[in-house]
């Protein structure tokens, strides 16, 4: 009697413990791995962390690319001209890219995507953004209408005053095109100059390499007359300035 007392003791532990043991597992746990270097890579992986590595700083595997690292694919994002020196990407930056019918539909339609909230449909400044805050320029006044492809072209990509970077958004050659249809803007004709751009084609007036000049409307080459009243600025009907000076 006491023998099978104690055997049936034994079995109602083993049953509990199993019952407790299943109870308690994690359903992610893989339990116990046979031959674990069969799953897990023994070399140092870059975008895989399982332990934590001895030799790289902050025990991670991925380490910090040397400065001056240009990413596979990504050298033309690099022009190597300062943020401030609008200037000089004016004199320096010439659009690679022909002033072809669908390079400046395909710009359009960039535009209308990146830019016409602010710089409205006619680049006029008179985007739902433009209007509420005034002061966006209008292309095709003052020194806005001489700007060339290099100076639109950092523009876009680094921003100025009020206008946020555009950089990463953008790739070069959508800049570039970008740069275009804002050349075809500058007419005062809005999406109607776009047909008298091709036409232009990459004359001087289209895709010069240094901005042209306007002496009654600007006073100095690629400054675009900052800290000034602009007579129409945004067509918003307000007197604002410019932007200001980098």
């Given at each position: 009697m006491a023998h099978s007392l104690k055997i049936g003791l034994q079995a109602s532990l083993m049953v509990f413990g199993a019952i407790c043991t299943t109870a308690c597992h994690d359903a992610n746990d893989?339990?116990?791995?046979?031959?674990?270097?069969?799953?897990?890579?023994?070399?140092?992986?870059?975008?895989?962390?399982?332990?934590?590595?001895?030799?790289n700083p902050m025990g991670i595997n991925q380490r910090t690319p040397p400065v001056g690292t240009v990413p596979l694919g990504k050298l033309d994002y690099y022009d190597h001209i300062p943020k401030d020196s609008v200037e000089q990407a004016s004199r320096r930056l010439t659009n690679p890219l022909a002033y072809t019918q669908e390079n400046?539909?395909?710009?359009?339609?960039?535009?209308?995507r990146n830019c016409q909230h602010c710089h409205g449909e006619q680049g006029d400044g008179q985007g739902p953004v433009?209007?509420?805050?005034?002061?966006?320029?209008?292309?095709s006044a003052g020194a806005y209408k001489t700007m060339n492809d290099g100076h639109i072209y950092h523009v876009i990509e680094w921003g100025k005053g009020r206008m946020m970077p555009h950089g990463s958004q953008v790739n070069p050659e959508e800049r570039w095109k970008i740069a275009m249809y804002v050349r075809a803007l500058q007419l005062g004709?809005?999406?109607?100059?776009?047909?008298?751009?091709?036409?232009?084609g990459p004359t001087s007036a289209a895709s010069d390499s240094t901005e042209t000049s306007d002496s009654s409307n600007q006073?100095?080459?690629g400054e675009a007359q900052a800290g000034t009243g602009s007579a129409t600025p945004g067509q918003g009907n307000t007197k604002a300035t410019n932007g200001t000076a980098n």
């Open positions: 893989t339990g116990i791995e046979y031959a674990p270097e069969m799953y897990e890579s023994i070399p140092y992986e870059p975008l895989r962390q399982v332990t934590a590595n001895t030799i400046l539909v395909e710009g359009q339609t960039l535009y209308a433009g209007q509420k805050f005034k002061g966006v320029p209008n292309y004709e809005g999406p109607d100059g776009l047909s008298k751009m091709v036409k232009v006073s100095a080459v």
